[in-house]
């Protein structure tokens, strides 16, 4: 059975179009009046958007209902398709905190409570009987003030036993104004010994070198070698990995067609830069794990071995796996104790 890493995965965007028509179904949300039946409301949540802009509007929508009493639900139906059906042995969630705390409170009250909702996304996705090993990367967001952004950076560090990592989410194409804020909590975060990932180099608007010396991992970056591939030698040389999401690209329309990422892959293959290949939104897009690996290779732009190699990577870059152990070992001493794992926290020098 071939196992899998997944790197890049939002919460909001996670939830599979079923799930959550049941959802509020069974919560009787008014939303159900709005579509004829599920086949209107699957196809209004899951079609292709113009921009990212529109894209990330939904995830406003999950949102809204992801809150402390409703996310072990969602979570638990999460982790057992993630197990029964994707074969994940890895799974870094993430998300922002701060936009699940109810709107109605005050922005410290609602910074107070993000520690919580951590602790909510922890525990529930620590589920016996489908054994993933996993862990959270907390979104900083180009909506959300400095002050919350940082206490974002401050609680990543505070939680270790459920947060492997920070990101910066809301769309590459609007962090220019404020760069050197992103820069400076990025490189807070870097003084605190957490992981970094970050959406850049996503649209042709998000191509910011200078925030690139401090992700460990690239959220995308398929814009390097597509727009940018002399960057790809100094990519490769600071082992940042590539987070590759291909339905993301059709369903954002930065890319017309899959085919185009055939240039992605071969130019990052021959520069030596690790690709993962990841989700973004499993459940917005109906599309899970395998099949992203699938499709790739169907429509001949990876072969088997690369197909193989972006697995490996996956694994190699996750912030949380105990980089030691294989797969298959990892999976079987799970099976063995009947738990899953705890997450470990790495230090940031084990970036190759
Ligand atoms: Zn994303």
């Not at 196809?43 to 990330?56: A, C, G, I, M, Q």
């Not at 917005?284 to 001949?300: A, Q, S």
Request: one cysteine or more; aromatic letters at 10%.
């Amino acid at each position: 059975m071939a196992l899998y890493a997944e790197l890049h995965r939002h919460l909001g965007g996670s939830v599979v179009p079923r799930v959550l028509w049941r959802y509020f179904q069974r919560s009787e949300s008014d939303l159900v009046q709005r579509f004829a039946d599920y086949e209107a409301f699957e196809e209004f949540y899951t079609r292709p958007r113009n921009t990212l802009d529109e894209y990330l509007e939904l995830h406003t929508l999950v949102e809204k209902v992801q809150t402390t009493e409703t996310l072990p639900y969602f979570i638990f139906r999460l982790m057992r398709g993630a197990y029964v059906f994707e074969n994940l042995a890895y799974l870094e969630l993430r998300y922002t905190p701060y936009l699940r705390t109810p709107e109605h409170l005050s922005q410290s009250e609602r910074i107070e409570l993000m520690q919580s909702i951590v602790e909510v996304v922890g525990k529930a996705s620590q589920v016996g009987e489908y054994p993933i090993v996993t862990s959270q990367i907390l979104c900083m967001h180009t909506r959300l003030p400095y002050e919350v952004n940082r206490a974002i950076v401050d609680l990543a560090a505070q939680m270790p036993q459920y947060v492997c990592g920070i990101d910066l989410a809301g769309g590459d194409n609007h962090y220019g104004v404020r760069m050197d804020e992103y820069i400076e909590l990025y490189s807070y975060a870097r003084s605190l010994g957490i992981n970094t990932t970050g959406h850049l180099y996503e649209t042709p608007d998000g191509c910011h070198p200078e925030l690139l010396p401090y992700l460990m991992r690239i959220g995308h970056g398929i814009q390097i070698p597509l727009k940018h591939p002399e960057l790809l030698a100094q990519v490769a040389k600071q082992g940042q990995c590539l987070e590759v999401c291909p339905t993301t690209y059709l369903k954002t329309g930065t890319l017309q067609n899959l085919h185009q990422l055939k240039v992605v892959f071969d130019r990052c293959f021959e520069a030596g830069v690790d690709i993962a290949i990841c989700t973004d939104n499993a459940g917005l897009h109906n599309v899970r794990l395998p099949f992203e690996y699938e499709t790739l290779l169907t429509h001949d732009i990876i072969g088997f071995r690369e197909l193989q190699a972006c697995q490996e990577a996956a694994f190699r870059h996750a912030f949380a796996w105990k980089h030691q152990q294989r797969p298959e070992s990892i999976l079987s001493n799970i099976l063995r104790a009947g738990q899953p794992e705890q997450p470990e926290r790495l230090e940031l020098n084990v970036v190759r």
